[in-house]
């Protein structure tokens, strides 16, 4: 089963930068689209950034611009660079692996989180 875990989260000062990452033990993780999504306490859970198989990227608008994601299928290891962070980024960030229909049977996995918080 495969059980993304991720880390690089903490505190950081508003302009601040942080890169998380998301490692997972699995075969054919190239196969995977990674979600990055996070959640603040009483609030709604948001997709922020995609890469799918292909390498083709999806963002939230509120972090285009300032977000990358990016991936190491040597390494099966998805990253999400954060730049000039803001506290309304605050948050606990999770992995998600997903399998597209296209490429095998489905799949959805999650990882715990990470909890990013950025002070102003």
């Known amino acids: 089963q495969v059980r993304p875990v991720e880390s690089g989260g903490g505190l950081v000062q508003a302009g601040g930068s942080l890169r998380l990452s998301c490692a997972a033990s699995?075969?054919?993780?190239?196969?995977?689209?990674i979600n990055w999504s996070r959640q603040a306490p009483g609030k709604q859970r948001e997709l922020v950034a995609s890469i799918n198989v292909g390498g083709i990227t999806t963002y939230a608008d509120t972090v285009k611009g300032r977000f990358t994601i990016s991936r190491d299928n040597v390494k099966n290891t998805g990253f999400l660079q954060m730049n000039s962070l803001e506290p309304e980024d605050t948050g606990v960030y999770y992995c998600?692996?997903?399998?597209?229909?296209?490429?095998?049977?489905?799949?959805?996995?999650w990882g715990q989180g990470t909890q990013v918080t950025v002070s102003s």
């Open positions: 699995a075969i054919n993780f190239r196969i995977y689209t």
């Open positions: 998600n692996l997903k399998t597209p229909p296209a490429y095998g049977p489905p799949g959805d996995y």
